[in-house]
Nanobody, 116 residues
């Protein structure tokens, strides 16, 4: 089970940190997974924001590069997304994602709303 926290309503330029706790996941599964964050706005497809592979390679969507940073704490089975300089276009529901050899797990989503 993936449980996100840290969303909310903020003004443009603010920072937020999302957390995603993976419960019931053994260490080898957590470290062996691709772990990431996606976001979705109504009427649009869910899109990758950032992810970190089992080999610790990081990927970012072009529009968040330099503003968002993904990290993980294996001992806590937790994934983080540090977001800075938030923009109204970042408004979306953010989902935590785990991909373990093709088996995907999703969190329930957390809303982030950025006002101008």
């Amino acid at each position: 089970q993936l449980v996100e926290s840290g969303g909310g309503l903020v003004q443009a330029g603010a920072s937020l940190r999302l957390s995603c706790k993976a419960s019931g996941v053994i260490m080898s599964m957590f470290t062996g997974s691709s772990r990431g964050w996606y976001r979705q706005v109504p009427g649009e497809q869910r899109e990758l924001v950032a992810d970190i592979s089992s080999g610790l390679s990081e990927r970012y969507a072009d529009d968040v590069k330099g503003r968002f940073t993904i990290s993980r704490d294996n001992t806590k089975r937790t994934i983080y997304l540090q977001m800075t300089d938030l923009k109204p276009d970042d408004t979306a529901v953010y989902y935590c994602h785990l991909n373990y050899f093709g088996t995907e797990y999703w969190g329930q989503g957390t809303q982030i709303t950025v006002s101008s």
